[in-house]
């Protein structure tokens, strides 16, 4: 059976059924592709009421530095297939599928320059592997309903379109993935569970062949019953909790699955219902004390409302009548500097005096009196341009629009980095606090009752980030931004 094939003919057919929109991007087109979605019936916990619930703390070991000039994303190392094989996969909340780099896979990529090894995830080199076929409930649920042109046998395709034009297409698989369960202070045993992935078999856009900051594939976190989060609370392996602490000052951080007791994060804000994402409700922008005079529309992105929180996008990426206004404040007490373009993407300035003592904090504020307080030293990167120290503005004019035209928010590693930020989903909220990312936080084992500490981590191998390397990858952020459950 010509696998590659089939699965294209399949996924036009698919492709004709599904509403397909694009966003304008500078001159560029980026077609994003909505996946209508409805509940996923068929990752139903039957698991966990056979077996009772056995909820477990999971330590995902990160890697990676969300900083423009490092790598700009984070990672993790999970184990696929029997025998178990590693992989590395992107850590990103802005997207709901867990795929891994497939051996059929056409341009994907051979070497990375982060310094780890990349392996191709082998259907017919594991002995638990199975095909997910088109006709099972998981496949007709991700499509919402019956695929059209299903035949008996025929494997189920996907294909995700993230914010910055990359693309990866495959198939459905169901392995088992081993991860780590945490049972005392810093220390973990390997738990397993079967959970249905994406075979990658065509990568194009920054997810291709190019080594730069390449990697296995993405662990889509988001909160559709696809990810790998629902998928394993779904079989009553954890609870619906999770929080990072993404570290810019060593790499890597904390990851942890599973209710938090340290620190404490004592102010929350709702998760936006029925949205296929992280969305908060931002309410205002504070620079310096003064919060800027702004429509009271402009963070509601029509049917995308709110403000996307994704650990998947190395910026952050605000409306452009919020970034204009900004910038000028950010600057007000500075004269004299000279702007220029690095990279035809960064706006950078030669300073060499201390950024946090002459650039203002900038706070933003959100539904329930939750702010994030986003430090000059956050905002604004160090970066050698041809030898000279300069700094460049993090902040980015939005590049995506919804279908009503607005511009979307969207808050990345930027201002999520050397904070503890706290995903609730069986209570819909988030919040975050400063936090030493290279430390580490409590999390209450709920079997056990006992609280174990899980400590930072930074997985990769080898330091080999090269200053001066041209800051393309900035962004990625899933198709379904503006996609409606239901
Ligand atoms: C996810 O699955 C659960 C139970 O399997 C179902 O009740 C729920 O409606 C589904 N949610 C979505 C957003 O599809
Ligand atoms: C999953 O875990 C069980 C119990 O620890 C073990 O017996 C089994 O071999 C594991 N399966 C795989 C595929 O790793
Ligand atoms: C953060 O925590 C690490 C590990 O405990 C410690 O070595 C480091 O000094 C702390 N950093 C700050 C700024 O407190
Ligand atoms: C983390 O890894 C990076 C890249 O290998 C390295 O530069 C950094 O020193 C490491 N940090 C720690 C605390 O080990």
Redesign the pocket.
Known sequence: MDLRGLLLSLLITIMIGLEMFCVANGNNLVFQVERR?????G???HDARRRGRFLSTVDLNLGGNGLPTKTGLYYTKLALGSPKKDYYVQVDTGSDIMWVNCVECSRCPKKSDIGIDLTLYDPKGSKTSELIFCDHEFCS?TYDGPIPGCKAETPCPYSITYGDGSATTGYYVRDFLTFNRVNGNRQTAPQNSSIIFGCGAVQSGTLGSSPNEALDGILGLGQ??SSVL?QLA?SGKVKKIFSHCLDTVNGGGIFAIGELVEPKVSTTTPLVPNMAHYNVVLKNIEVDGDVLELPSDVFDSGNGKGTVIDSGTTLAYLPAIVYDQLIPKVFARQHGLRLYLVDEQFKCFPYTGNVDGNFPVVKLHFEDSLSLTVYPHSYLFAYEDHGVPVWCIGWQKSVTQTKDGKDMTLLGDLVLSNKLVLYDLENMVIGWTDYNCSSSIKVKDATTGIVHIVGAHNISSASTFLIGRTLTLFLLLTAMLNGF?N
């Open positions: 979605k409805r509940s996923l019936t990752i139903k916990d649920s559709a019953n629902s779904a459950i």
